[in-house]
Every structure is written in structure tokens, then in C-alpha cells.
């Protein structure tokens, strides 16, 4: 069975700030790990994902992730925070087990505060 | 490229009546799939087509819900007696193929059951 945890229900950051936004998961099978935004009312829209290859991905709107095997985390960084970036984010993990089926955490909602 | 469409939007029944979302996907996508996405929660997934057979329903309470998708294309989620605790937000989302991980989501249909 996978599964995924997102450390940090609600995150607030200042505008000009680190993102920070955690996520670890459980597979008994190498992942493919996903990161999606939904903003309100909206579906998600994928923003970056990782299936193999180099472990520091990056993704659309400045946000990248890094795959740490030994630790089983895929947390989900900006360098700067912009007032666009105030939305719900969810991490995901599926494998090549699974048919695609994703297995999502409780998302985060990321504040971005003046 | 059209994305995912979804309708109705938002809909409130009373329980134990029923209630019908459809779900068109983006074109040439063969897998289809229907996630149930409470308040706080990740979404969950419900059921997943490739063309117009099931690959997993494992989670659809089927005394209630029940899901098609004729001429594997459009998909219809129906919810037949609605209860209390189907209040949530129902998304839709196809992607290439079953070994094509990257899903698309349309806006979703927000369900409130009174």
C-alpha cells in the first residue's frame, strides 16, 4: 500500500519568502512522486513531477522538488513567495504497480501574507 | 487544447434523492477517472476507466454510486440515494493511458447534500 504525508495543514510565508512544504511518503515499490496546486473553485493542475532520473525536479510558476530516497521526501520549495502562490498544494504518489492510480495526501494551504 | 469539462458545477439535493455529474475528458485521452474529494481531504480515488472498461472501482460504495462510460469518451457519475456524507467536491480527470501518469483535472462539481 502507498501513502502520503503532508506535514503542516496550513503554511503562512511573507511575500518575498522561502516556500517550504513538506511531504513524505510510503511505497514498498520505487515512486513516482507528484506535486499539484488547486486554487479555490478550480481544479488541480499538476505543477512538477518526478518518475526517474535526475532526483531535483523542477516545475512550473519557480517551484522544484527534491526525490530523497533515504528519507522518503519529496517537500516542495520556492525561493520566493508571490501572493499568486496562496493556494491549496497536494502531494501525490503512484507506481508502476498501480495502474496510475494516484494516492493523494491532505494538501496544505500555503498563505502568502504583505 | 480543450481540458476536462465537467457539469453541473455546484448542485444541493436533499438526501435521498439523486444526482447525476458528467465528465467529458480532454481528446484522445483513454483513461478516465472519477475522485471524491471531501472538505480538508486529498482527493479519492472512485473509479478508473481505460476506454470504456473498469480498471478499479475498489472505493465506489456501489450500493449507492454507479459510473459509466459509453463509446469510451464521456463519463457519467451517479449517486442514487444521496446521503449526508456524499457532501463533497466530485473530480473528474483522464490522462493518455494507464502507464501515462500525468493527469489533467477538470473544475469539479461541488455536491451539498441537505
Known amino acids: 500500500a502507498q501513502s502520503v504525508t503532508q506535514l503542516g495543514s496550513h503554511v503562512s510565508v511573507s511575500e518575498g519568502a522561502l516556500v517550504l512544504l513538506r511531504c513524505n511518503y510510503s511505497s514498498s515499490v520505487p515512486p513516482y512522486l507528484f506535486w499539484y496546486v488547486q486554487y479555490p473553485n478550480q481544479g488541480l493542475q499538476l505543477l512538477l513531477k518526478?518518475?526517474?532520473?535526475?532526483?531535483l525536479v523542477k516545475g512550473i510558476n519557480g517551484f522544484e522538488a527534491e526525490f530523497k530516497k533515504s528519507e522518503t521526501s519529496f517537500h516542495l520549495t520556492k525561493p520566493s513567495a508571490h501572493m499568486s502562490d496562496a493556494a491549496e498544494y497536494f502531494c501525490a504518489v503512484t507506481s508502476t504497480g498501480t495502474a496510475s492510480k494516484l494516492t493523494f495526501g491532505t494538501g496544505t494551504r500555503l498563505q502568502v501574507t504583505l | 487544447e480543450a481540458g476536462v469539462a465537467q457539469s453541473p458545477r455546484y448542485k444541493i439535493i436533499e438526501k435521498r434523492q439523486s444526482v447525476a455529474f458528467w465528465c467529458n475528458p480532454i481528446?484522445?485521452?483513454?483513461?478516465l477517472y472519477w475522485y471524491q474529494q471531501i472538505l480538508g481531504q486529498g482527493p479519492k480515488l472512485l473509479i478508473q476507466f481505460q476506454n470504456n472498461g473498469v480498471v478499479d472501482d475498489s472505493q465506489l460504495p456501489k450500493d449507492r454510486f454507479s459510473a459509466e462510460r459509453l463509446k469510451g469518451v464521456d463519463s457519467t457519475l451517479k449517486i442514487q440515494p444521496a446521503k449526508l456524507e456524499d457532501s463533497a467536491v466530485y473530480l473528474c480527470?483522464?490522462?493518455?493511458?494507464?502507464?501515462?501518469?500525468?493527469?489533467?483535472f477538470g473544475p469539479g462539481t461541488r455536491l451539498t447534500v441537505t
Open positions: 481528446s484522445g485521452h483513454a483513461t
Open positions: 518526478y518518475t526517474t532520473g535526475a532526483t
Open positions: 480527470a483522464s490522462s493518455l493511458g494507464v502507464k501515462v501518469y500525468e493527469q489533467y
